[in-house]
């Protein structure tokens, strides 16, 4: 989202609109093009997400995983892709743990890359399908405040939406615990809060993010309990919000925790909107690159 | 099959039989429709029948399996389904651990479900795919006598044929040792035999059971040896039973254990097939439920 | 590549050659075929090569996995490819790790069985692409010397392509360090060297191999350091080589091991049209055997 133009966001918006309006869509324009996903972490919505948009656009899918793939034996990321790129694939849809791997890839290689999420960097297509949910919801993008909620220093989510947002006139507060926001956010223009309550009322658009404990090398908050008490977003929170707030979630949800039931459940969410329009998004990426080969 | 009503059956066979007998018919009526198998357990066949039924109607799958699946982050069973949804696939596969998982499902998606095994409860394609082996090789299924043998207790398949079998009107007798028939087996109307060799020769059809010995938290019956003594089909247990007895075996089989190789390789097998079945009763109701949605 | 015929392996080059210069050309010939990918040993670059040929045909693909499969059930190798084919597949590609567990399933199936790599035995697939590496970069393989430098003792690569190259034509010398090298392999009509640099220079083609480190029972060799320095192929030892000599290699690479990055990446390596040309010497087999059925 760092390097996408505010034309370019507009151009994959409509057409993944004009994809969700005329769903599958018969054609033959891509039933030879070759979609390789090469995941070097776990993933279910991102990989089926992306799977189901390749083969509604009726190219074919390639699942490479960490767990099968040659890098167990030692080869290096360039040379695995190298390999792939040997093949004649069309697009090549990368999840690395490495924030940059995706970067790294598109210099070496001629292939249309997209990146699926690479370490705490970014995962543009989910900060693509959010602004396409907001778009939807609220009728427009600029002059929000969206309002994100958690672990941002670990959250590419978060980066992401926060380049997509501000390219698109939105305004960004983040709040979370002072250990879970990096200390130079200020460069990027977005307001801070350390409490929930303190800033819910002026949100547009509340983007709770998932607490990834798996992720965290150590407890980077005093406890859950704690961590729920403040950032949780619960009915009793959602008073002090607007009216026609809507609430968003990347998944996968730990109901109880970032998120009450009654909320993720609730008439504000719109989460699995982001979800259905995640398909279409990329859909509508995929079949630009699929077309014109590299963007740049 | 507990749902299914006997007409139920007979179309899904009478489509079953006509795909065998016009295999590989050309079709572009299912080539933009997407079906997701979702499997918390590991299974060759199943999932390779399924995806290969799939794929001969001309329609896509996509495989989601435990390990790769959000639910190892903690997402819901519930919250995975009904983020798949909202991708809008035209049918879920599910094989699950949990008995009354897919019945789970089926109340809050609209989706159609599939139920491909769900922990001791049923396995209805199994029975599909078995009834349709037995009006195969016997013309006709009503009347017969059906001897299933082995652990009935953990059984989704012997379960699934018992409801399938007694709606197309046939008999049946589950034989197994005393701590693997469930004490409330009579109330499904079943005869109960705790010794092979007394009533092999009752039946038409002899569907052995696989010893799943992974499956089980203790030991529930003396020793394999006297297990193959007293329930596995042999060459010699055989000469008593009827000169046009079928056998069946849902695999994978334990060869030497619940049955002797000369068994399972011999003229009265039809083990096989089941396997070539299993794929056209799938095809028949892949291709019913994308056409018609939600069968309740 | 022992049981190929020299008219069976030039058809088959031939035919690749026409798909390598009529890429993706639109057909509906396989759109109802369907190619099991039956893994036994994981594989990136293999499986995803025959997957690629396999849609890029037209075909749909199966894959099962080692992990997935019901041989951890106890079920034999013979029962689960008699299941697969019960399905009706019209090709099954095996990966095994016994020597000679494509040919035993050659002999009990009907269906069509590709060896893509069997223990220590053969992979000839490799082999066929490596013969089009060299033709076209050399106009001919009659008459060249290819040098085969490694673990010749453990490589399924080295034996399909003395097989496969003898055939045609090339004179083979093999290079490795006495233990690496099978004692018996003057049978096979070999050159044999214990150093590089004694034999570099009379080579036309330069196929290094990969030394398998996570293969190997105990170190067969003194030391990684001294199998660099008498094995490793640096921009050194290439200065004896012939100014028109090519560089091959199976992958996945252990730069820095027995290739050098600079020779990897150099002017004489012809490692990614290896690659390339894997894909249109799978498509010519599969197209060779979904239109014939079995060749034998």
Same mark, same amino acid.
């Given at each position: 989202?760092?390097? &996408?133009?505010?034309?370019?966001?507009?151009?994959?918006?409509?057409?993944?609109?004009?994809?969700?309006?005329?769903?599958?869509?018969?054609?033959?324009? *891509?039933?030879?093009?070759?979609?390789?996903?090469?995941?070097?972490?776990? =993933?279910?919505?991102?990989?089926?997400?992306?799977?189901?948009?390749?083969?509604? @656009?009726?190219?074919?899918?390639?699942?490479?995983? =960490?767990?099968?793939? =040659?890098?167990?034996?030692?080869?290096? @990321?360039?040379?695995?892709?190298?390999?792939?790129?040997?093949?004649?694939?069309?697009?090549?849809?990368?999840?690395? *743990? =490495?924030?940059?791997?995706?970067?790294?890839?598109?210099?070496?290689?001629?292939?249309?890359?997209?990146?699926?999420?690479?370490?705490?960097?970014?995962?543009?297509?989910? /900060? @693509?399908?959010?602004?396409?949910?907001?778009?939807?919801?609220?009728?427009?993008?600029?002059?929000?405040?969206?309002?994100?909620?958690?672990? #941002?220093?670990?959250?590419?989510?978060? !980066?992401?939406?926060?380049?997509?947002?501000?390219?698109?006139?939105?305004?960004?507060?983040?709040?979370?615990?002072?250990?879970?926001?990096? %200390?130079?956010?200020?460069?990027?223009?977005?307001?801070?809060?350390?409490? &929930?309550?303190?800033?819910?009322?002026?949100?547009?658009?509340?983007?709770?993010?998932?607490?990834?404990?798996?992720?965290?090398?150590?407890?980077?908050? %005093?406890?859950? !309990?704690?961590?729920?008490?403040?950032?949780?977003?619960? @009915?009793?929170?959602?008073?002090?919000?607007?009216?026609?707030?809507? #609430?968003?979630?990347?998944?996968?949800?730990?109901?109880?925790?970032?998120? /009450?039931?009654?909320?993720?459940?609730?008439?504000?969410?719109?989460?699995?909107?982001?979800?259905?329009?995640?398909?279409?998004?990329?859909? /509508?990426?995929?079949?630009?690159?699929?077309?014109?080969?590299?963007?740049?």
């Amino acid at each position: 989202m760092h390097d &996408l133009s505010r034309p370019d966001i507009l151009s994959i918006l409509a057409l993944a609109k004009k994809f969700k309006n005329t769903p599958k869509a018969p054609t033959q324009a *891509f039933s030879h093009k070759t979609v390789v996903n090469l995941f070097f972490e776990p =993933s279910t919505r991102t990989r089926s997400s992306f799977e189901i948009a390749t083969k509604r @656009l009726g190219a074919s899918s390639i699942n490479i995983t =960490s767990s099968s793939s =040659s890098t167990i034996k030692g080869e290096t @990321l360039i040379d695995t892709a190298k390999n792939l790129e040997a093949m004649n694939p069309d697009v090549i849809i990368i999840r690395h *743990f =490495s924030s940059g791997a995706p970067y790294v890839l598109s210099q070496v290689l001629k292939t249309p890359i997209i990146n699926a999420g690479d370490g705490f960097h970014e995962h543009p297509t989910q /900060a @693509l399908l959010d602004m396409m949910t907001i778009e939807e919801a609220k009728g427009k993008i600029s002059g929000l405040t969206v309002l994100i909620v958690g672990d #941002i220093a670990h959250s590419r989510v978060a !980066r992401s939406n926060i380049y997509g947002l501000q390219k698109m006139g939105a305004k960004i507060i983040v709040c979370g615990p002072p250990t879970l926001i990096p %200390p130079d956010i200020q460069k990027l223009h977005v307001g801070v809060s350390h409490s &929930l309550k303190e800033v819910v009322s002026k949100a547009d658009v509340i983007m709770m993010l998932r607490i990834q404990e798996e992720r965290q090398d150590r407890i980077q908050f %005093p406890s859950k !309990r704690e961590y729920i008490k403040y950032f949780g977003l619960t @009915l009793d929170t959602l008073k002090q919000a607007k009216k026609d707030v809507i #609430i968003m979630h990347p998944g996968p949800l730990n109901r109880g925790v970032e998120i /009450a039931s009654e909320v993720a459940d609730g008439p504000y969410s719109v989460i699995l909107n982001q979800v259905t329009n995640g398909v279409v998004v990329r859909m /509508a990426l995929l079949s630009m690159l699929m077309k014109a080969g590299k963007i740049e």
